[in-house]
């Protein structure tokens, strides 16, 4: 790999000639690729019955839900269990920041800079349903396929906004209990996976991200409560976008301690510039010393005792439920789908839209809010079709109707996620078809053909 020499230079005068060697060295072997169990579903135990042995191998250290792929395993994206939200395909460095940030159900949680998801979707697996999540992305171009994976994942409790950092402070001030900033960066970690990153680093370097980690920090910091914890993390090598970063901030919040981050599977300490030993709590990823790319990742958290038992911004919990989403239910669901949805949720209409929004409406205004709770589905012509991500929040159990496609032979999934009509001995009206147990998708049947209702955005190509 031809990497700069300017960046070299500056690679051997942070860690010597010798690192620089191994790095080099590390940077010709393949790049691992890993999954991360959605433990909202199915823990890597129940991955590794699904999967022939040869498939999966050890546990990546700093995750607990997180498993090194095998270079003989085929293209995981292609299972049904993909389809059905069991896991999440992921660099396993990434894997660090979302599960370095103690997050617990019932939390409040705001991913800053979320997109393409992988992060928001552990936050929300961790969550288990109970507290709330914001992600958002500054580019709602980018915040679509963010949308997606947390529609996947069916994670129930989460909002999408697309909104810069300096819009939402004064909305959400003090109010998140977690926050994590995965910060746009130079990407020197990245160079290995995709070597492309290098002309990007090439045109901006650290000078042009360094400016917007010191604009976005802030605002994070001001959005977390008191004794809440704030992640920062990039994946570059450069001080100044990294402990530089870290230092600046405390200087200039002397209400923020830096917290100590477990050091397993090779992650190495930041360095402590300046004579500043506490930098050494901060994280570091190399290729030379870890199964992964490069990343940094310091945790700081908030002085002051946490607010308990706030009820402010939410919704009150009472329903405004059209009459044809009842009347849908009644005919589609049984007792007990309530509990799919997240505690306190109101179901409210926007426009033909059908949510379930755990946030109160009045703190939304005036923000560009791309999905502001569970869509349910949406009423047309006086009724109701439900949504794909009302179907992957879903159980069996909470269903009239279900069909399993596992059951049904090697080509019907197949079938199915390429969004072709299905038939055979299929129950009439709305079904969740699953594999596995594992919700994919509705169809609606009658006399033994299966109209496609998989969402038509996600439907396979070939």
Not at 77 to 94: C, D, H, K, T
Not at 420 to 429: A, I, K, M, R
Request: with cysteine; aromatic share 10%.
């Amino acid at each position: 790999m031809k990497l700069p020499e300017s960046y070299l230079s500056e690679l051997t005068e942070l860690i010597g000639k010798e690192g620089t060697e191994k790095y080099l060295s590390a940077m010709e072997e393949p790049y691992v690729q890993a999954l991360r169990a959605n433990t909202l579903k199915a823990d890597p135990k129940t991955l590794r019955e699904l999967f022939p042995t040869e498939y999966l191998e050890e546990d990546v250290p700093w995750c607990a839900a997180g498993i090194y792929l095998s270079d003989r395993a085929p293209a995981m994206s292609g299972s049904p269990y993909y389809a059905a939200g069991l896991y999440y395909l992921q660099e396993p460095s990434a894997m660090a920041p979302a599960s370095f940030l103690p997050v617990y159900p019932g939390d409040r949680v705001l991913d800053l800079c979320a997109a393409p998801g992988g992060k928001t979707t552990a936050l929300g697996a961790k969550l288990g349903g109970e507290g709330f999540l914001l992600a958002n992305d500054i580019s709602p171009s980018r915040a679509q396929a963010l949308i997606k994976n947390i529609e996947l994942f069916g994670i129930p409790n989460a909002a999408v906004s697309a909104e810069a950092p300096y819009r939402l402070a004064p909305v959400f001030r003090g109010w998140f209990d977690k926050v994590l900033v995965d910060a746009p960066c130079s990407g020197e970690g990245m160079f290995r996976k995709d070597p492309s990153i290098i002309r990007s680093w090439e045109q901006y370097g650290s000078a042009y991200y360094g400016k917007l980690q010191r604009e976005i920090l802030p605002y994070a910091a001001e959005m977390t409560a008191p004794g809440g914890m704030l992640l920062y993390s990039t994946c570059t090598y450069s001080l100044y976008e990294d402990e530089e970063v870290i230092a600046e901030f405390l200087d200039a919040h002397p209400d923020w301690t830096l917290l100590e981050l477990p050091k397993k599977g090779g992650i190495q300490d930041g360095f402590p510039i300046s004579g500043r030993q506490e930098l050494v709590k901060c994280a570091r990823f190399w290729p030379h010393h870890v199964r992964g790319e490069g990343h940094f990742a310091a945790l700081l958290q908030h002085s002051g005792d946490a607010l308990l038992e706030r009820t402010d911004g939410f919704a009150d919990g009472t329903d405004l439920i059209p009459e044809a989403f009842a009347a849908w239910a009644r005919e589609s669901l049984r007792e007990g789908w309530r509990e799919a949805l997240p505690v306190n949720a109101g179901i409210r209409q926007t426009g033909d839209r059908v949510y379930g929004m755990l946030l109160d409406r009045d703190r939304m205004k005036g923000l560009r809010v791309l999905s502001p709770g569970l869509l349910l589905g949406e009423i047309r012509h006086d009724r109701f079709e439900p949504s794909q991500s009302l179907a992957m929040v879903l159980r069996k159990e909470h269903v009239r109707a279900a069909a399993d496609l596992r059951d049904r032979g090697e080509t019907e999934s197949n079938r199915y996620l390429k969004g072709e009509t299905l038939s055979g001995d299929y129950p009439d009206g709305w079904i969740l078809l699953t594999y596995g147990g594992y919700p994919l998708g509705w169809g609606k049947s009658r006399n033994g053909t299966v109209k496609n209702k998989y969402q038509r955005g996600w439907r396979l190509m070939k």
